[in-house]
């Protein structure tokens, strides 16, 4: 889990990981490798500031021997100015409910006057439930814009920016996300995952726009990284090469709805430590796309990309908190021309084939595949 803050165009400011929380006095932070997670005091608090973070501050990289009190959500918008914070929580143990069995954090406003106001009344005096004040692109790119960066892409080919094999880009600014219709370089010194959309900084990403006028099943290969496993209760906190990975499949830029993600302890792993991953429409899907086969599957959406084209789709493939010992993370990706070789064999790499060619190219159940958590 993990609390960030954001501007008004859905930009990170600063994030406070979970494991970089500093427990409350007596209690332990379960996140942290080598801690039990079963542990009973787990009790923190958090200030939220109204001012900028420090500067320098490293982000997306699994941080050693550091710990945070303070989140930093600096106001925006008309007076008196807004304040946004998001709480992630990614994955829980299995029969837990969706905050992990620890409900959410209590709010607690001390006035100027000293006086404590907690909870429900707390939310009613920072006017929790006023109308955000955020730039329209925050959420989406606006139609107008999806329109005339479609219209750009086709001037590079009819089903462009879809490209076979698929061309990956790196999450960096927005002008990076247009530049993949418009055709043009990156900027080399472009920031990372501030693009809007309220990424997390705790992640880098990967993305590819498919398009099933290709092949109507798209298959990609990779190897897996390691990471620490959790969702079966296990008792104590492990680590990994990274803290989480997942593949999303999305709509498109104009609807940034979420088709269906899955992550890692869900992906069965073959004996090589690769995984294979495929997407299509539901009604394309091949009968052999289940873990039990050693194969993830993510949908399409019937209606593509929710706002024009009903055969896009985009592909996100996402790093949570790489190791610095693990060069291949997305995190440590130099540009997009050097992305597959930066992450070796981590590089996704990918085809489009029909539901029957895939069908017969790959038997099940294939032999010497872990399978997925349950």
């Given at each position: 889990?993990?609390?960030?803050?954001?501007?008004?165009?859905?930009?990170?400011?600063?994030?406070?990981?979970?494991?970089?929380?500093?427990?409350?006095?007596?209690?332990?932070?379960?996140?942290?490798?080598?801690?039990r997670r079963d542990g009973t005091k787990r009790d923190y608090s958090l200030w939220i500031i109204d001012a900028?973070?420090?500067?320098?501050?490293?982000?997306?990289?699994?941080?050693?021997?550091?710990?945070?009190?303070?989140?930093?959500a600096p106001r925006y918008g008309a007076a008196p100015g807004q304040q946004v914070v998001l709480y992630r929580?990614?994955?829980?143990?299995?029969?837990?409910?969706?905050?992990?069995?620890?409900?959410?954090?209590?709010?607690?406003?001390?006035?100027?006057?000293?006086?404590?106001?907690?909870?429900?009344?707390?939310?009613?005096?920072?006017?929790?439930?006023?109308?955000?004040?955020?730039?329209?692109?925050?959420?989406?790119?606006?139609?107008?814009?999806?329109?005339?960066?479609?219209?750009?892409?086709?001037?590079?080919?009819?089903?462009?920016?879809?490209t076979n094999p698929p061309t990956w880009y790196q999450q960096l600014d927005r002008e990076s996300l247009y530049?993949?219709?418009?055709?043009?370089?990156?900027?080399?010194?472009?920031?990372?995952?501030?693009?809007?959309?309220?990424?997390?900084?705790?992640?880098?990403?990967?993305?590819?726009?498919?398009?099933?006028?290709?092949?109507?099943?798209?298959?990609?290969?990779?190897?897996?990284?390691?990471?620490?496993?959790?969702?079966?209760?296990?008792?104590?906190?492990?680590?990994?090469?990274?803290?989480?990975?997942?593949?999303?499949?999305?709509?498109?830029?104009?609807?940034?709805?979420?088709?269906?993600?899955?992550?890692?302890?869900?992906?069965?792993?073959?004996?090589?430590?690769?995984?294979?991953?495929?997407?299509?429409?539901?009604?394309?899907?091949?009968?052999?796309?289940?873990?039990?086969?050693?194969?993830?599957?993510?949908?399409?959406?019937?209606?593509?990309?929710?706002?024009?084209?009903?055969?896009?789709?985009?592909?996100?493939?996402?790093?949570?908190?790489?190791?610095?010992?693990?060069?291949?993370?997305?995190?440590?990706?130099?540009?997009?021309?050097?992305?597959?070789?930066?992450?070796?064999?981590?590089?996704?790499?990918?085809?489009?084939?029909?539901?029957?060619?895939?069908?017969?190219?790959?038997?099940?159940?294939?032999?010497?595949?872990?399978?997925?958590?349950?």
């Amino acid at each position: 889990m993990s609390l960030i803050s954001y501007d008004a165009a859905g930009r990170p400011i600063e994030s406070v990981a979970d494991y970089l929380i500093a427990p409350s006095d007596g209690a332990a932070n379960p996140f942290r490798a080598g801690s039990r997670r079963d542990g009973t005091k787990r009790d923190y608090s958090l200030w939220i500031i109204d001012a900028q973070p420090p500067p320098g501050q490293p982000v997306g990289m699994n941080l050693h021997d550091v710990s945070r009190d303070a989140l930093h959500a600096p106001r925006y918008g008309a007076a008196p100015g807004q304040q946004v914070v998001l709480y992630r929580i990614y994955a829980v143990d299995h029969g837990r409910d969706e905050t992990g069995g620890a409900g959410l954090p209590v709010p607690v406003l001390k006035r100027a006057d000293g006086v404590e106001v907690r909870g429900d009344a707390a939310c009613k005096e920072l006017r929790a439930a006023q109308t955000p004040q955020l730039d329209p692109a925050a959420m989406a790119v606006p139609m107008e814009k999806y329109r005339e960066l479609l219209a750009a892409a086709a001037k590079l080919g009819p089903l462009r920016p879809a490209t076979n094999p698929p061309t990956w880009y790196q999450q960096l600014d927005r002008e990076s996300l247009y530049k993949i219709y418009t055709g043009e370089p990156f900027a080399s010194d472009a920031p990372k995952s501030e693009g809007g959309f309220y990424p997390n900084l705790d992640n880098q990403y990967i993305r590819t726009i498919i398009n099933r006028k290709m092949g109507r099943v798209f298959v990609l290969r990779a190897k897996a990284p390691t990471t620490p496993r959790t969702v079966s209760g296990n008792t104590m906190m492990e680590s990994g090469q990274l803290r989480y990975w997942s593949w999303c499949s999305n709509q498109g830029f104009a609807n940034t709805r979420v088709n269906d993600c899955v992550h890692d302890e869900n992906i069965p792993v073959a004996a090589d430590g690769t995984y294979t991953l495929v997407v299509s429409r539901k009604a394309d899907r091949p009968r052999n796309a289940i873990p039990e086969c050693g194969v993830t599957w993510l949908p399409m959406a019937d209606d593509g990309d929710g706002a024009i084209d009903d055969d896009v789709t985009v592909l996100q493939l996402r790093h949570m908190l790489g190791e610095e010992a693990f060069p291949h993370a997305i995190q440590g990706v130099r540009s997009q021309a050097t992305m597959a070789q930066d992450m070796g064999g981590y590089f996704p790499r990918g085809r489009y084939m029909t539901t029957g060619g895939f069908e017969a190219l790959l038997p099940c159940p294939p032999r010497g595949v872990r399978p997925a958590a349950k």
